[in-house]
């Protein structure tokens, strides 16, 4: 039994046949037991040595109603034998056999996405079906990213029924922890929700064929207990289709959680020598607490999900039609706004919905990504010639999976959709889905994009999904060799490939992805996507609570926020706005034409503020230092820090100060306390002020905040460590 030291990566102790994941602050450990089935060991914070642990051993049976299958901490558990806890994967062989026996077969060590990963080889005792368990390692993250494959050995078809990315275990604690999930709908996406955690089992999941807003993928499980503080699990699921979280606590306080794509109408056949891969589950373990998941899981995402291509460089300040203009778009009303924009100091001006031929509201076009040749005669590229000359990119709204009713791509193709042959096609905003698991149809949208993109100098794309599927019918699945409802995986499949393929086509071009606000927001799109419309609720008063949300799984560079018309009524001012747009990437959505100069002044003073510290708020450390949610004078306050601890830049917001109390200090996080930090504040018009304060003052008394008592006060306090003779 090895007493040597565990250093972090993957290390394993071949005596007892446990390997263990250590990352710089965390461990994971699992093992074989005699009957070679995987059980779960360790995962928390690091041990010092392998005799820490104890042998994989099935536990002793309690009684014949909790066989010992059912109460062991398997890594993944099928359905099959004495199992009814949580399950990873259920499969029919094809004699009609519906149970699952997976037992260790091999490990393999090697390399996936740039990160040492671990492959452990499981296979049924019986039947043709290996099972592999894909346990990658972000070791600066404290992270472990797990997904698996399933693969036909033999010459029958096996269909999977479940198969879930991964099983995570938390270790048996009585005292209580709390669950937080993020929930929503349209226009109120990502709010973060809290309840103790107790026996029973919660299920986050979307079955709208996308990631959806009931729910976002992410879950976070902390300790509430005073002796364990800042003890804290997340995960979240890598992708854009039907997904499933279901977290499971016993009575004695075992707590497994389990996800992956959802089973909900799933099955996936698996003829001989096929592969299905499921999508990665991201998960990890910190002791400090919701901003150190954060950082985790937003340093993840810029090394090693975001499209490396545009990660280095800075999210431009961008300007979007939508609000403006609606579906009223033509040449001159966008070069008038365009001029505008670029007055302002935007970089990337966006015309929304309203382009393509027939698109006069959202009964028409749909499919048809032609431009419209009356509200365009000559074409598009007049107008993209005039925001090149401006000095900015041009972009363009497109919404690929769909399809109006009245177009010429449905009048051609109505077999093209979802539906089932003896039942209407419901439609939803006047249009229907197209079935991108057809060959013909991507090849129809590969084509019709690439000609767009081809023949026009087009930098950025936002890409929408204004609905779900319905009537999950695709009636020509079995002459292709599918199973109809393999079409909710293919659907999502074939969206990540037509946006590969683009982005491969087009390197220079970058996407956008959005579903009705921020319905798919995930880090299966990040993949492709550079960033992410948060929600189509602009009001910067909700912007706070759902910015809150996205930022606890995402990072703020791939958070669409724009400064727009929704103030309520003008009660919130330019400068409130503003600045909660600036907690992302920034954008400008309002009816410029509308706004007097000196409103237009204002707010290329607050873009010129951002592009001093959007480093920062894009690439730093993001943590909130107090949350909408508490009711201390309605006060919100974000910090993003440096990776040095060198800089900083702080929003701090008040709402309301009904009860006209002081405000108390705010102590920051992440700074050197040996330096002195220059603070800069960038009122509009005001005289700036500056001061001094060191980084010990800084985090142990905090920093006073000048809000005055009215009504939606913020402000932005730049932080320099100043060298030491300054
Ligand atoms: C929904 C999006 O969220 C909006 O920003 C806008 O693009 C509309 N669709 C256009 O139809």
Same mark, same amino acid.
């Given at each position: ?12 102790? $071949? ?23 995987l059980l779960h060991l360790h995962w928390g914070g690091r041990l010092h040595a392998f005799s820490d642990l104890s042998a994989a051993t099935l536990p002793p049976e309690r009684s014949s109603l909790d066989p010992a299958l059912t109460s062991s901490a398997e890594e993944y558990p099928p359905f099959g034998g004495l199992r009814y806890g949580e399950l990873a994967a259920m499969v029919t062989f094809a004699d009609g056999t519906r149970d699952l026996d997976l037992r260790f077969h091999t490990v393999e060590m090697g390399e996936r996405n740039g990160l040492p990963t671990l492959t452990v080889l499981l296979q ?18 404290? +992270? ?41 709908? %349209? ?20 079955? &709208? ?10 879950? $976070? ?12 699990? @997340? ?6 289709? #039907? ?28 003829? !001989?020598?096929?592969? @299905? ?42 300007? #979007? ?28 001006? =966006? ?18 990504? @032609?431009?419209? &040749?009356?509200? /365009? ?34 009048? &051609?193709?109505?077999? %093209? ?17 197209? #079935?991108?698991?057809?060959?013909? =149809? ?6 019709? +994009? ?6 026009? $100098? ?11 599927? !319905?009537?999950?019918? %695709? ?58 419309? !948060? ?38 001012? /330019? ?30 003073? %607050? ?41 900083? =830049?702080?929003?701090? @917001? ?32 005001d005289r700036e002020t500056s001061t001094t304060l060191s980084g010990a003052a800084l985090q142990q008394r905090g920093l006073e905040i000048a809000l005055t008592h009215t009504p939606y006060d913020s402000t932005i306090l730049h932080l320099h460590a100043l060298q030491r003779d300054e």
């Amino acid at each position: 039994m090895s007493s040597l030291p565990l250093n972090p990566g993957i290390q394993y102790d $071949a005596e007892r046949r446990i390997w263990a994941l250590v990352t710089e602050q965390s461990m994971y450990a699992f093992g074989v037991t005699e009957e070679n089935f995987l059980l779960h060991l360790h995962w928390g914070g690091r041990l010092h040595a392998f005799s820490d642990l104890s042998a994989a051993t099935l536990p002793p049976e309690r009684s014949s109603l909790d066989p010992a299958l059912t109460s062991s901490a398997e890594e993944y558990p099928p359905f099959g034998g004495l199992r009814y806890g949580e399950l990873a994967a259920m499969v029919t062989f094809a004699d009609g056999t519906r149970d699952l026996d997976l037992r260790f077969h091999t490990v393999e060590m090697g390399e996936r996405n740039g990160l040492p990963t671990l492959t452990v080889l499981l296979q049924d005792a019986i039947y043709p079906l290996e099972v592999r368990l894909y346990y990658s390692l972000d070791v600066d993250n404290d +992270l472990i990213i797990r997904s698996t494959s399933f693969s036909n050995t033999g010459l029958d078809l096996i269909a999977l029924e479940r198969a879930f990315s991964a099983m995570w275990h938390l270790p048996c604690q009585f005292a209580p922890r709390t669950l937080t999930t993020l929930a929503g709908q %349209w226009l109120s996406e990502d709010q973060i929700q809290q309840r103790p955690l107790v026996a029973g089992t919660e299920l986050i999941e979307s079955r &709208t064929g996308s990631t959806g807003a009931i729910h976002a993928p992410w879950f $976070a499980i902390s300790s509430s207990d005073h002796e364990y503080p800042g003890e804290t699990y @997340f995960g979240t699921l890598a992708w854009s289709g #039907n997904w499933a979280i279901r977290i499971r606590t016993t009575i004695f306080s075992a707590t497994a959680i389990t996800g992956g794509i959802h089973d909900h109408d799933f099955r996936w056949e698996l003829p !001989a020598n096929a592969v @299905f891969e499921t999508p990665e589950f991201v998960a990890g373990f910190v002791q400090k607490g919701m901003n150190a998941a954060r950082h985790r899981l937003h340093r993840y995402a810029r090394e090693h999900v975001l499209p490396q291509s545009h990660v280095h460089m800075p999210r431009p300040v961008l300007y #979007n039609s939508w609000e403006a203009t609606s579906f009223d778009v033509n040449e001159p009303g966008q070069r008038a706004l365009a001029e505008r924009a670029a007055s302002l100091g935007v970089e990337l001006f =966006v015309v929304d919905d309203g382009w393509f031929q027939g698109r006069n509201d959202d009964h028409a076009g749909l499919g048809d990504w @032609f431009h419209d &040749t009356h509200k /365009f005669p000559n074409g598009l590229t007049p107008l993209i010639t005039s925001v090149h000359t401006l000095g900015m990119q041009f972009g363009i709204w497109i919404e690929p999976e769909m399809v109006n009713p009245d177009s010429e791509l449905y009048r &051609t193709h109505p077999d %093209w959709i979802y539906h089932f042959p003896r039942r209407p096609r419901s439609e939803s905003r006047n249009q229907l889905v197209l #079935n991108i698991g057809r060959e013909d =149809v991507q090849h129809y949208l590969f084509e019709t +994009l690439n000609t767009l993109l081809a023949e026009h $100098a087009i930098d950025f794309v936002k890409w929408d999904m204004n609905r779900p599927i !319905a009537e999950p019918g %695709w009636p020509e699945a079995q002459q292709k060799d599918h199973e109809a409802r393999e079409l909710w995986v293919r659907h999502t499949r074939g969206v990540y490939q037509l946006m590969d393929k683009l982005r491969a086509a087009h390197p220079h071009v970058s996407i956008e992805a959005c579903s009705g606000g921020g319905s798919r927001a995930d880090l299966g799109v990040l993949k492709r996507a550079d960033q992410i419309w !948060a929600s189509d609720n602009t009001n910067p008063e909700a912007r706070l609570f759902i910015q809150e949300g996205f930022s606890l799984f995402l990072p703020a560079r791939t958070m669409g926020a724009w400064i727009t018309d929704n103030r309520s009524r003008n009660t919130i001012p /330019f400068s409130f706005s503003s600045h909660v747009a600036m907690l992302g990437a920034l954008g400008i959505g309002g009816n410029l034409l509308h706004w007097t100069n000196e409103e237009m002044q204002e707010i290329a003073h %607050w873009i010129s503020v951002y592009k001093k510290i959007r480093h920062l708020v894009q690439d730093g450390q993001q943590s909130w230092l107090l949350s909408p949610h508490t009711h201390q004078g309605n006060l919100t306050a974000v910090q993003f820090t440096a990776l040095d601890g060198k800089e900083a =830049v702080v929003f701090a @917001f008040r709402r309301q100060n009904v009860f006209q109390g002081h405000l108390p200090h705010l102590r920051l996080q992440q700074l050197d306390p040996t330096s002195r930090y220059s603070i800069r504040s960038y009122p509009y018009k005001d005289r700036e002020t500056s001061t001094t304060l060191s980084g010990a003052a800084l985090q142990q008394r905090g920093l006073e905040i000048a809000l005055t008592h009215t009504p939606y006060d913020s402000t932005i306090l730049h932080l320099h460590a100043l060298q030491r003779d300054e």
